[in-house]
């Protein structure tokens, strides 16, 4: 069967695509699962024959590079009964995707049979949606890798008996739709191994809590940046600080910012990278706890740094040229996850870094165009109704293509980007 290429304004105008990661119990990220949402309502033209609809998912999926979409983490793609029997399934890259066995497909000897076949090509499967033990559940979970367990449906109390049944040395126990710190506390004593929901994302606020001292260092340099300070006095600042010092070294060192030799000086490096490169590193430094190594997989540095850099290319396609309206535009993004990571109110957040008042209305109101974006953003991360998202992107004379080239430009820079940090 012929697929039509993901780049295809066609193609590209009938789907938004969500990104949700699952994390493993150290709080990394693992994993993301790609959820297509039908934009239809955006052109009157609705994807309701099976088959195409499975094979246009499929065709995003395989055509656009996992590499490119989830980084280093796995895939995991929803498939239905009609496209896991379908012959373009095998278009993904089985080293790179996990199935996952929609809540429709029933157990037939035709469907296990097909999953056999298909494990024995090298993929490997999940099982979505379950909520208690039927005869489907029964029969597929023996033929899967992970268990999703949908804890938002089940009956109250019902869930430690199931997680019971199914706990398994074959199979890992994933909990979905995770939206609190205590859900997630519940399902690692019940020896969930992956999570997926924004618990991480959630502001935990902790009465007298402070900012760390070298998060206040980072947010003193963002402050020298922002009112133009000499260069002798930001190195001053960058060398008082060791822990930044030592990040901005490994940073510029990095094919990401592209040095022609090897950079050891404090005030070498600072040239390169330039102010503006400076701010953007800073405020994405503020997520880095310690100065650990692999931390860009850290959810909640991803979850930031996407958010900006969507939102800098955003206020691009908008306004060609106005790069200091992008920088902005990159500043809500990165500084919207801000009370989360201090444990603090927004509003005390912005109390120990001086923003502008389009910044400070859009974090605290979601007011304004920045607002708006940022608003769309965060209703496309949670994979809601297509047709909501598509009157937001009305609202902000955006389509729903341009939307799909702004979001795979800001995960490939996103991922090149962090592993620099």
């Not at 402050?223 to 030592?246: Q, Y």
Request: some cysteine; hydrophobic content about 45%; overall charge negative.
């Amino acid at each position: 069967m012929m697929l039509a290429s993901p780049a295809s304004p066609k193609l590209a105008d009938n789907f938004f695509l969500a990104r949700q990661p699952i994390l493993n119990r150290g709080q990394r990220l693992v994993a993301y699962e790609l959820l297509f949402r039908d934009a239809g309502s955006y052109n009157g033209a609705h994807v309701t024959d099976d088959i195409q609809a499975t094979a246009t998912v499929i065709a995003h999926a395989s055509e656009l590079g996992m590499g490119q979409v989830v980084g280093d983490q796995m895939a995991f793609v929803n498939v239905d009964a009609v496209g896991l029997m379908s012959d373009f399934i095998r278009f993904l890259p089985n080293d790179k995707v996990i199935l996952e066995l929609l809540e429709t497909v029933k157990a037939t000897p035709a469907v296990l049979a097909r999953v056999r076949e298909l494990k024995e090509a090298g993929f490997r499967f999940a099982l979505d949606d379950v909520i208690g033990q039927t005869e489907d559940v029964q029969k597929l979970t023996p033929l899967c890798d992970v268990i999703k367990v949908d804890i938002k449906d089940m009956q109250p109390g019902t869930l430690p008996a199931l997680a019971r049944v199914l706990k398994n040395p074959k199979q890992k126990l994933l909990a979905e739709k995770v939206e609190t710190v205590e859900e997630f506390q519940q399902c690692m004593d019940l020896g969930f191994e992956y999570f997926q929901g924004y618990y991480f994302a959630r502001p935990v606020i902790l009465s007298g809590k402070k900012i760390s001292p070298s998060q206040m260092s980072v947010l003193h340099l963002l402050e020298l940046l922002d009112n133009d300070a000499s260069s002798a006095e930001i190195e001053r600042s960058v060398k008082h600080d060791a822990l930044i010092t030592l990040n901005l070294l490994r940073l510029v060192n990095t094919p990401a910012v592209g040095a022609r030799q090897r950079i050891n000086s404090v005030s070498h490096a600072l040239m390169v990278l330039g102010r503006r490169q400076l701010r953007r590193w800073l405020q994405i430094l503020l997520y880095v706890k310690n100065g650990g190594t692999q931390e860009f997989t850290s959810p909640l540095l991803q979850l930031a740094t996407t958010r900006g850099k969507t939102m800098e290319l955003m206020v691009e396609h908008r306004q060609p040229g106005q790069r200091v309206s992008a920088d902005i535009g990159f500043t809500v993004g990165v500084m919207s996850l801000m009370d989360t990571l201090f444990s603090i109110q927004m509003r005390d957040v912005l109390e120990s870094v001086n923003v502008l008042d389009d910044v400070r209305g859009a974090l605290l109101h979601r007011a304004g165009d920045y607002g708006n974006m940022l608003s769309l953003i965060e209703h496309l991360e949670s994979g809601r109704d297509g047709r909501v998202l598509a009157q937001m992107l009305h609202q902000l004379s955006l389509r729903p293509s341009d939307l799909y080239a702004i979001q795979l430009a800001a995960i490939e820079w996103v991922t090149e980007y962090t592993r620099g940090i």
